[in-house]
Structure formats: C-alpha cells, structure tokens
C-alpha cells in the first residue's frame, strides 16, 4: 500500500532532478559569470541576445538560473513571496571605471513558486 504512493513521489522527483539547463546561443557564459558587477563590459554587449532567448529562461528555478548565469550581483525580495535576481550590465561602484549615475541592471523576476516569470533591463542608481 505504501509503496504505490511512494512511486509517483520517485518519478516526480527524477523529473524535476533531470530538468536540463537550456543552452543560450551567441552568449559565452563563462564570460557573462566572469563579469561580476559588469566591471569587465561583457555583460552589457551580451544582454540583447540573451533577453532574445528569454522565453527558454521562463519557469527556471533560482538555482538553476545561477547555475547557468552565476550568483546574482544583488538579490530584493519583494511582496508576496517574489524575489528579483539584478545582474550589473555597466559597471557599478565596485568597478574602477565606475563614473557615478545611473548603470543600467537585469532584474530576473521569481514567482512565489522560485520560478523566473520576468526579465527586463532597468537604470538604477
């Protein structure tokens, strides 16, 4: 008896522990993880032909986001159990060619289900 609810638990979890990591075309990932608060100007060149392929992004979880893109520069959690990945696009204060104003950021937003929902570029300061 126990054993028939324990199947469908197993075959559940192998399908979400084998959910493949999609692979992004034109971007080098290993650059775009290199460049932590944008100070090496890779990200900034990289951001069009990744927000091209977003759709293949969409429903990732956190961790399988920073496994393909690396840990996020800033994390904000937000109403309702959302929280927002922001990657530096342009160098920020932590950069030596930081100029002060406005730098340009990818938000990644998560739903209340650690699922990527949004992407979008925005100038903060």
């Keep these: 008896m126990k054993i028939t609810r324990i199947i469908p638990l197993a075959i559940f979890l ?12 034109n971007i080098d990932l290993k650059k775009w993880k290199e460049d932590k608060d944008a100070c090496k100007e890779y990200r900034i060149e990289a951001v069009d032909d990744l927000l091209s392929q977003k759709e293949k992004l969409k429903g990732l979880s956190q961790n ?3 496994n393909l893109l690396g840990t996020a ?3 904000q959690l937000y109403e ?3 929280k927002f990945f922001i990657y530096y696009l342009n160098p920020n204060e932590n950069c030596d060619q930081y ?3 406005y730098v340009k950021a990818l938000y990644i937003r998560f739903n209340s289900l650690d699922q990527a929902i949004d992407f979008n570029v925005q100038e903060v300061k």
């Design 14 to 25: 192998f399908i979400i522990a084998c959910t493949e990591i999609p692979e992004l075309n």
């Design 64 to 66: 399988e986001i920073i």
């Design 73 to 75: 520069d800033k994390h």
């Design 80 to 82: 309702r159990s959302q």
């Design 99 to 101: 100029t002060e104003g």
